[in-house]
């Protein structure tokens, strides 16, 4: 009986396992580039949202008449309850998705009729789960730009701030990483997919809850690093924790696929609107 039960486990663990794989292959592949399609080059980062119309399902519109006007070097806050928006946004930015109605461009032109791969060198994540890989820290850090040089992959760890933690491991740089990073802390595994996007030299940078599972001390050291980063580049970022964010050029607040407020910190703390709400909810 006892393997019999065990059997029975694998057995199941086999089939979940097969689901995933069927789900993979599956799966309809991204339509091919325009014909016409370009490369992006020497990009300035301005990006523009008009009147995007998006729904996942052709029944259910997810974004609702999305407009924003972005400039080179600005720094957009997206925030709002979850389920609002804010990383549909971003899959569209990413063309992960293509909108049914609407336009989105990146320095005057339309992302449609750029090519993805070129669209997506321009971009650089920091998520708030990071993927290490079973190698070196060196090789984890190259990821990003596979091309960069040694020196240049130590030059983006002193940028993101995590030079001083690599120092101390065992051996530094060619310390290789095991389990997806579970020799490391939270936070140095953040630390290293900060220096990770540094050394891609992107031209927009998006954060999508990049400190959102890591300690308030932690995020206080993390967040020097994403600074350094954001410097010059046009930079996206969704954050629950509004103390992330009350230094944005904009803020967007989200509601049901709605752009509701729109506008500083400090403005929006005026209007005693739904910013309002969020933000002094999180200090009761």
């Known amino acids: 009986m006892n393997e019999i039960s065990n059997q029975y486990n694998s057995l199941q663990e086999a089939l979940a396992g097969a689901e995933r ?58 925030v709002g309850s979850t389920g609002a928006g804010k990383t549909t946004i971003i899959n569209l930015l990413s063309r992960f998705y293509d909108i049914q109605s609407g336009q989105i461009t990146i320095d005057g032109t339309e992302i449609k009729k750029i090519r993805r791969s070129s669209l997506r060198q321009s971009l650089a994540m920091v998520l708030q789960d990071t993927h290490l890989f079973t190698t070196t820290v060196m090789e984890n850090i190259r990821y990003g730009r596979l091309e960069g040089t040694d020196e240049e992959v130590i030059a983006a760890s002193i940028l993101a701030g995590a030079h001083s933690f690599i120092q101390r491991l065992p051996k530094a740089y060619q310390t290789v990483i095991e389990n997806d990073g579970g020799n490391l802390s939270q936070g140095q595994r953040q630390l290293l997919n900060i220096a990770r996007a540094t050394i891609a030299r992107p031209s927009i940078l998006i954060l999508d809850e990049a400190t959102s599972s890591i300690d308030t001390r932690t995020e206080q050291i993390i967040q020097k690093g994403i600074d350094q980063l954001m410097q010059g580049r046009t930079s996206f970022v969704i954050a629950h924790r509004l103390s992330t964010v009350h230094n944005a050029d904009e803020i967007m607040v989200l509601e049901h696929g709605e752009i509701i407020e729109r506008g500083t910190h400090e403005a929006l703390l005026k209007q005693k609107g739904r910013y309002y709400d969020l933000y002094t909810g999180q200090f009761d």
Do not use: H, W
């Not at 794989?21 to 980062?45: K, N, W």
């Open 21 to 78: 794989i069927f789900q993979i292959m599956d799966e309809i592949p991204e339509t091919a580039d325009a014909e016409d399609a370009v490369p992006l080059m020497q990009i300035r980062g301005d990006v523009q949202f008009k009147d995007v119309m998006f729904g996942y399902n052709t029944d259910k519109v997810v974004l609702n008449n999305i407009s924003l006007d972005v400039k080179a070097g600005q720094k957009i806050a997206l």
